[in-house]
C-alpha cells in the first residue's frame, strides 16, 4: 500500500502540490527509523540523593533510543540513560545562549524546590492509603493532590518530596503509601530525635558553664555528657561515638582533647594527672560492693583450715610494699644438711572457684602499680586475710626443699600449711645465723643460675612516689641481702613448682623464653648503657601449657606461683597445686587453663603501656620545675644527627637533637638543657647537648 499523498501526485494545482509536497517531507522527518525530537524539553534526573533540572541538548538516535545528551543546572553536560530521567516534560525551553539556559535552569529547579517545601504529604498519603488502588503513577498522585492537570514545575515538585521515601515507597515507576505503622514509627523517632537535640544544647549550655568557671545544676544526661567528652578526649576520631562527641564539643565551644580534659578536670571526674591509657583499657580501679560484700564474708576452704602448722623452723617475712606479707621464708638445720620452707601467701585457699571474688580476679587479670596508685586484682579485705602476720597462723602454699651440706637440692616437695612469722627480712639489714645462711643459699642458686646461662639485670631506675599532684624519686637499693634472698627463692618456688607440674602430667602454666641472641652482661652490673642495650634485644617471655626452658632463669621448667595476689595465672596455678595435694585431684583441665590463658591476655598487653605511660608522666611532672636547668645524660645511641639519652637522676630516656659534627659516642656522659615540659602534652624538649666537664 502506498502512501496516502501518492493519490493525489497528479493534481495540477500548484499551490495544492506545494502543501502536500511539504506535509510528505514532515512526514517523512517525523517517521524515519522512528526518530522524534526531544531537544529543549525540561527534565529531572538525580545525581546521588540531588535532583537536578536541565534540558535536553542532544537526542540520540530513535524513539527508544537509551540516552540522551542533558544540560543541568550547574552547566554540566551529562549523558544520562533515558530510564534514569525522573520526569520529562511537555514544555520545551528555547533560550539564545548556554548561559541563559543555564540561569533558567536554576530558576525552574528554586521554584520545583519551593513547591516541594509547601507540599503537605499526610493528606495525600491518608488519601491514597484509603483508596483500593495499591500503586501511583506520578500523574495520578499529582492530580490527586492538586485536584487538577499540574503544571510541569507542580509535578516535577511532588516528585521531589516522593522520592524523600517519608510517605511513599517507590515500585519501579510508581509509588507504593507506606503502612500507619512505618509512619508511626519514623515519627517516633523524628520526636526522639528532637528530644535529643534539645538534651544536647541544655548540656552544652552547661558544660560551657563549666568551662567558664560558673557550673550550673547538672542536667539530666549529666553522665552522657561525660561519656561523650571521655570518648573525646581518649580516642578522638577513631572512638565510637565520635560524632556526637564532635556535635557536644562544637555546641559548647570546646576546641580540641585538651579542652575536653581540663573540663573533666574542673568537673572532678578526672585529676590533673589522670593516667588515660588506664582509662583507655577501661580498667576498673575500684571492685563493686557485690564483690566487697563477698569479699567480707569468706572463710578458709574446709581442706586449708584443717592443714598442719609449719613447725620447722622460725619464719620470716618478705614485706615488699608495706602492706601485705605475701611471701615467707624459714631454714632449720638437718643432720646432712637443711630443710628450706617457701611459704607463699594464697588467696585459692580462701576465694572460692568462680565466686563474685574469683570472677573479678580473672577479669582484671592483674595488679598495675602507675605510681601514683596500686590498681589491685584481689579486694582489700583478701589481701589482709591472706596476708601473712606474726599474730596469727595462716594457711599458705609451701615448697620444701632439703639441702645438703654443699647447698645442693636433694628432694623438695608441695604441701599446704599454717604459718606465723617470726618477723620480717628488711633491707638494710642486720642478718642473724640463720639469715646468712639463706643469703648463702640465695648466692648459691644465683651463682648456679648464672652459669647454667641466666641473665640478671637488675632495675636501677629510681621509685617513684607520687601523691596528691607531687612526685618523689626514691634510690634503689640493688641486691641488699634480703633482696637477694627473696629474688632467689622466689624463682627457686617457680622452678620447683613447675618441674613438679612436668613429672606428674599436671595442666599447668610455664614461663618460657628463647636464648639471648646477642649476650651483652656476663655478669650482673649496674652499667645503665648495657643495661639498656641488653634489654632492647631481649627475647620475649610467653606462658604456654607445655614445659620448656627459660634461658633468662637458667631453669630447665619454670611455673609461675610468686605474685597470687596480682597475677591470675598464678592464682590459677596455686588452686591448681592445693587441689592436688589436699584431694589427689586436678582443679583445671588442660582445655580451662589454656582458656583462662587466654582470658587474661589483654592485660599483659595493657599492663605496660598503662605503666609506661603513668611512669613517663610523673617523671615528665618531676621535671617541670626543671625547666632551664642543665642535666647530666648518658648517650645510649646516635640517630641522625640526634642522640637518644638518659637523664642520669631520673632514668628518663628521650630524644635530643645534636649538632652536624660526630661528637659524642654512646657511653659518652654529656650535659643537656630541659628546654621545655609538659606532662599532660607528653612533651619534653631537651636542647643544648654539650661534653659534660
Known amino acids: 500500500m502506498g502512501t496516502w499523498y501518492r493519490d ?98 536554576a530558576e525552574i529547579a528554586r521554584r520545583r524546590e519551593t513547591i516541594k517545601q509547601r507540599l503537605e504529604m499526610r493528606p495525600l498519603w491518608e488519601m491514597a492509603l484509603e483508596s483500593n488502588n495499591i500503586s501511583w503513577s506520578l500523574v495520578q498522585l499529582s492530580q490527586l493532590y492538586f485536584a487538577k492537570t499540574p503544571n510541569s514545575d507542580e509535578q516535577a515538585g511532588l516528585l521531589r518530596a516522593l522520592y524523600e521515601g517519608a510517605w511513599f515507597a517507590r515500585q ?62 581518649l580516642f578522638g576520631k577513631e572512638g565510637e561515638r565520635c560524632e556526637e562527641a564532635a556535635q557536644l564539643m562544637q555546641k559548647a565551644h570546646l576546641h580540641g582533647a585538651k579542652a575536653a580534659f581540663e573540663v573533666l578536670v ?179 642458686l644465683r651463682h648456679s643460675r648464672l652459669d647454667a646461662g641466666a641473665l640478671v639485670l637488675p632495675e636501677i631506675r629510681p621509685k617513684i612516689v607520687a601523691r596528691k599532684g607531687n612526685v618523689d624519686l626514691l634510690p634503689r637499693l640493688i641486691d641488699s641481702a634480703a633482696q637477694l634472698i627473696n629474688g632467689e627463692l622466689t624463682v627457686l618456688a617457680n622452678a620447683l613448682t613447675g618441674a613438679f607440674c612436668a613429672t606428674r602430667d599436671l595442666p599447668a602454666v610455664y614461663r618460657v623464653a628463647l636464648p639471648v641472641v646477642e649476650r651483652l652482661v656476663q655478669q650482673p652490673t649496674t652499667d645503665p648503657l648495657l643495661l639498656h642495650q641488653q634489654r632492647k634485644s631481649l627475647p620475649r617471655t610467653t606462658l604456654q601449657l607445655q614445659p620448656d626452658r627459660h634461658h633468662l632463669v637458667g631453669w630447665d621448667t619454670y611455673g609461675t606461683i610468686g605474685r597470687p595476689l596480682h597475677r591470675c595465672e598464678d592464682l590459677l596455678m596455686h588452686r ?46 618531676y621535671l617541670e620545675g626543671r625547666v632551664g636547668e642543665r642535666v647530666e645524660a648518658l648517650v645510649v645511641e646516635r640517630v641522625g644527627l640526634g642522640l637518644v639519652v638518659q637523664i642520669l637522676d631520673c632514668g628518663l630516656v628521650d630524644f635530643v637533637v645534636g649538632k652536624a659534627e660526630v661528637w659524642a659516642r654512646a657511653g659518652d656522659v654529656i650535659g643537656v638543657e630541659i628546654a621545655q615540659v609538659a606532662a599532660r602534652r607528653n612533651l619534653l624538649k631537651l636542647a643544648k647537648p654539650q661534653p659534660h666537664v
Open 172 to 233: 519501579d515507576a510508581d509509588f507504593v503509601p507506606l503502612s500507619a505503622a512505618a509512619i508511626e514509627q519514623r515519627e517516633r523517632q523524628q520526636r526522639e530525635g528532637e528530644q535529643q537535640r534539645e538534651q544536647l544544647e541544655v548540656a552544652a549550655h552547661w558544660l560551657r558553664q563549666v568551662a567558664d568557671g560558673q557550673p550550673g545544676l547538672p542536667p539530666s544526661n549529666a553522665v552522657e555528657a561525660i561519656a561523650l567528652l571521655e570518648d573525646a578526649v
Open 266 to 444: 574542673k568537673l572532678g571526674h578526672w585529676g590533673e594527672d589522670e593516667n588515660l591509657e588506664l582509662q583507655r583499657h577501661k580498667i576498673a580501679v575500684e571492685f563493686s560492693p557485690e564483690v566487697e560484700e563477698d569479699a567480707e564474708s569468706l572463710v578458709w576452704l574446709p581442706a586449708a583450715a584443717a592443714s598442719r602448722r609449719w613447725w620447722r623452723g622460725q619464719v620470716w617475712g618478705w614485706l615488699e610494699n608495706d602492706e601485705v606479707c605475701e611471701r615467707a621464708f624459714s631454714l632449720r638445720r638437718t643432720l646432712k644438711g637443711y630443710r628450706l620452707g617457701i611459704h607463699l601467701a594464697s588467696p585459692a585457699l580462701l576465694v572460692p572457684r568462680d565466686g563474685a571474688v574469683d570472677n573479678a580476679a580473672f577479669e582484671r587479670g592483674a595488679s598495675m602499680n602507675i605510681a601514683d596508685r596500686f590498681v589491685h586484682m584481689l579486694p582489700t579485705a583478701v589481701r589482709r586475710a591472706v596476708g601473712l602476720t606474726s599474730t596469727e597462723r595462716k594457711p599458705c602454699l609451701t615448697i620444701a626443699v632439703e639441702f645438703d651440706r654443699q647447698f645442693a637440692i636433694k628432694a623438695y616437695s608441695i604441701g599446704v600449711w599454717k604459718v606465723q612469722l617470726k618477723g620480717v627480712l628488711v633491707a638494710p639489714e642486720h642478718l642473724d645465723a640463720k639469715q646468712e645462711i639463706l643469703h648463702d643459699i640465695a648466692r648459691h
Open 8 to 105: 493525489y501526485g497528479s493534481i495540477n494545482d500548484p499551490a495544492a502540490r506545494q502543501w502536500i509536497e511539504k506535509a510528505a517531507v514532515q512526514e517523512r522527518q517525523a517517521s524515519k527509523r522512528g526518530k522524534r525530537d526531544d531537544r529543549g524539553r525540561i527534565v529531572e534526573i538525580l545525581r546521588g540523593r540531588r535532583h537536578l533540572c536541565g534540558v535536553v541538548c542532544q537526542h540520540y538516535g530513535a524513539k527508544n533510543a537509551p540516552n540522551v545528551r542533558v544540560l543541568d543546572q550547574e552547566g554540566k553536560e551529562r549523558t544520562v540513560r533515558r530510564d534514569k530521567i525522573l520526569d520529562m516534560a511537555k514544555d520545551k525551553l528555547e533560550l539564545p545562549s548556554r548561559v541563559a539556559l543555564v540561569q533558567a535552569l
Open 576 to 621: 591448681q597445686l592445693a587441689t592436688y595435694v589436699l584431694e589427689g585431684q586436678v582443679a583445671y583441665s588442660a582445655e580451662e587453663v589454656e582458656r583462662g590463658l587466654a582470658g587474661a591476655a589483654w592485660v599483659r598487653e595493657a599492663g605496660p603501656q598503662v605503666a609506661g605511660f603513668g611512669r613517663r608522666h610523673w617523671l615528665l611532672k
